[in-house]
């Protein structure tokens, strides 16, 4: 109940966030997609990975690819925010909702994003992040044909509800889940116990759903800007299913074969040690 609560504020301080929402004369706004995007701050990102992975949203969001993926669209507006993530009640709002559909737009989000810290978590609750990103969407004054979150980490749910209850759950409102896994080999990192050697099929299996939904694997920090340019460009661009790009991409197509609870087995194992 506390958490259900918690969750409705949040929605409400979102929707109160949009430019324009105070006056009940505002008519909604369309747009050809609205995109969550989700980043992991947990403890299993450094803070070099944490840093790496901000300025690759800036520089994504500044590139004239993407505004030109932007602006390719009917409407010619996209309509995006930015979430920061970790523990099932962390969940900071770095940017709400805000509207693209210029260079000079992309370039002022972009600038405005820079300006904010980088919060930090400790744990890693997907389930919470899937929940309250779904929620941005379902209460902005907004519309759409399409709407996306777009998650990214390290690591597995390991807190919280099931990921696969809250992934269902989210996919049936109509929301596609894409995924930014990064699967970096760092065998001397203190959390690499809590994490799983193939996070991009737990990825695959557990986190993304919906209609086209993909994963991009991202095995090198040096990847970190351009793989995020090109995943928001085939998000954005993108009518129907995703096609694929010079990056590795996985498209969900098979049944689930991975266990969803290997993130809370890991801890639990780690707590009885």
């Keep these: 109940m506390k958490l259900t609560l918690r969750l409705r504020c949040i929605a409400l301080i979102l929707a109160l966030c949009l430019p324009g ?43 004239r690819d993407v505004v030109r993926a932007i ?3 009917p409407n010619g507006r996209i309509a995006i925010a930015y979430m920061e993530w970790g523990d099932p009640d962390f969940q900071s709002i770095t940017l709400p909702w805000r509207m693209i559909s210029s260079q000079a737009e ?26 309250v990103a779904a929620l941005m969407i379902k209460h902005n ?3 759409s044909l399409r709407q996306v979150i777009d998650i990214s ?17 989210v996919v049936r409102q109509g929301v596609v889940i894409n995924g930014l896994p990064f699967v970096i080999d760092r065998p001397h990192h203190i959390s690499s116990f809590f994490s799983v050697p193939d996070i991009d099929r737990y ?16 095995s090198d920090r040096q990847e970190f800007t351009t793989a995020i340019r090109r995943k928001l460009i085939n998000e954005i661009a993108t009518r129907r299913k995703p096609q694929p790009l ?9 049944p689930k074969t991975y266990d969803c609870l290997a993130g809370e087995k890991l801890w639990d194992a780690f707590q009885l040690e």
Aim: proline share 4%; aromatic share 4%.
């Design 153 to 169: 980490g390290d690591g597995p749910n390991n807190i919280g509800e099931p990921v696969a209850i809250a992934q269902a759950d």
């Design 21 to 63: 929402y105070a006056s009940a004369q505002v008519p909604t706004i369309q747009v050809d997609l609205e995109l969550v995007l989700a980043v992991d701050v947990s403890h299993s990102m450094d803070r070099k990975e944490q840093r790496l992975q901000r300025d690759g949203y800036i520089n994504a969001l500044r590139h």
């Design 203 to 218: 990825y695959e299996d557990c986190v993304i759903g919906g209609n086209g939904a993909f994963t991009m694997p991202v």
């Design 106 to 131: 992309a370039d002022a989000v972009a600038a405005e994003l820079a300006r904010q810290p980088i919060a930090v978590a400790r744990r890693t609750s997907i389930s919470a992040a899937l929940r």
């Design 246 to 254: 010079v990056h590795k991409v996985q498209f969900k197509s098979a």
């Design 71 to 73: 602006k390719s669209g």
């Design 141 to 143: 004054r907004i519309t």
